[in-house]
């Protein structure tokens, strides 16, 4: 059965790091666009970063700038991908969730709207808390 399961979060202190894993079985990677999302506290879920594999074009949003960076990987036959969060923020408390999109559009079209492009892989999610 095709599913995404992340992993990773985790409470952190301001200032420091956690990579976030999204581990793929069942769905070839290759041909979507990815993306990872969050979700705080009476807020709407929100693209975070995207990463269009057709043509290797990525999205940040505005807040993750310079601190936060998408890619794949292949960790024991694992197609994941990763997102690999630095200079954490209390701000950056949310639940964290990755998903595929339809490539067929921008990536960063895709990932501020994924309510119209992502797919029904939506997981769990994993936690990050960043607090002192």
């Known amino acids: 059965q095709a599913q995404l399961v992340e992993s990773g979060g985790g409470l952190v202190q301001p200032g420091g790091s956690l990579r976030l894993s999204c581990a793929a079985s069942g769905l070839p990677l290759d041909e979507y666009t990815l993306g990872w999302f969050r979700q705080a506290p009476g807020k709407e879920r929100e693209g975070v970063s995207c990463?269009?594999?057709?043509?290797?074009?990525?999205?940040?949003a505005d807040s993750v700038k310079g601190r936060f960076t998408i890619g794949r990987d292949d960790h024991k036959n694992i197609d994941t991908v990763y997102l690999q969060m630095n200079s954490l923020r209390p701000e950056d408390t949310a639940v964290y969730y990755c998903?595929?999109?339809?490539?067929?559009?921008?990536?960063?079209?895709?990932?501020?709207?994924?309510?119209?492009?992502?797919?029904?892989?939506w997981g769990q999610g994993t936690q990050v808390t960043v607090s002192s």
């Open positions: 998903n595929i999109l339809a490539p067929q559009t921008t990536v960063q079209r895709a990932c501020v709207a994924p309510e119209v492009y992502a797919y029904d892989y």
């Open positions: 990463f269009k594999s057709s043509d290797g074009t990525t999205y940040y």
